[in-house]
DNA sequence: CGGCATCCATTAAGATACTG
DNA sequence: CAGTATCTTAATGGATGCCG
């Protein structure tokens, strides 16, 4: 498999920026989970608590798959019981804008779009 | 099904603007028509050829979710050859700025997140 | 506590064939 | 040209159980 196959295809998506952002933020929860780890370090459980309904299996997956592409630093404290945290890295901050953005798009939106005609 | 199930299960997603603006612009490819309809209005097949990759099955279901939430308008001429322009509505052409901080955030990505350590 | 392994449900998306 | 219908694949994501 290449690197940039978001689909399962030999003609994925273009190379362009927004493709590039949407390979590492795929699918619903990974965004959301930048979003809180934008409030500061999280542990596991943190995350899970401030993620209702998120499942230990997708957080572990999205955390990993952060950590991989140098989104999210992962500290493991070699204590009883043990303690892992999760922090952005600069990179992973500068998602700041694109959420903002994403927010401010959400306020436009009157609620309208939401209720659409057949579901 | 509720409306705002993203995902099957009973507790979704949260219900701040990022969810909201996922639960629309869901999938790789949704954001990547959006992009191409913010250059102007398109024809379906001027779509499919902007977009190398994308079938017309998936680009069908993306475009009708769109119009379904005001996204986007369709605007079909009875003619021979039909004819259909598919446009972005105000509330759609707002998506730039979410677009546009996806771009400049790539910009920042020193291709090294595109080359992990383990694939 | 912080995972990981396995199985399972849902869905985005491709391939193909066919219609108005 | 602009779809629609059906089948299939791949991947996210949930549920459960187990481990260090």
């Known amino acids: 498999m290449s690197q940039n196959s ?3 295809n030999s003609a994925p998506l273009p190379d362009c920026g927004v493709a590039r952002f949407l390979l590492l933020l795929d ?3 990974a ?6 780890l934008l409030h500061g370090p999280h542990r596991f459980t943190e995350l899970m608590d401030a993620l209702p309904g998120i499942s230990a299996h997708t957080l572990t997956n999205r955390l990993r798959k952060f950590v991989r592409h140098g ?3 992962r500290t493991a404290y070699p204590e009883i019981p043990p303690r892992v945290v999760y922090e ?10 694109v959420l903002t953005a994403m927010d401010d798009w959400a306020l436009t939106v009157p609620t309208s779009a939401f209720t659409p005609t057949g579901g």
């Open 31 to 36: 965004t959301l989970i930048v979003r809180e």
């Open 6 to 8: 978001a689909s399962h």
């Open 88 to 97: 952005l890295t600069p990179l992973g901050h500068q998602l700041r804008a």
């Open 27 to 29: 699918g619903p929860w």
């Open 71 to 73: 989104l999210v630093t």
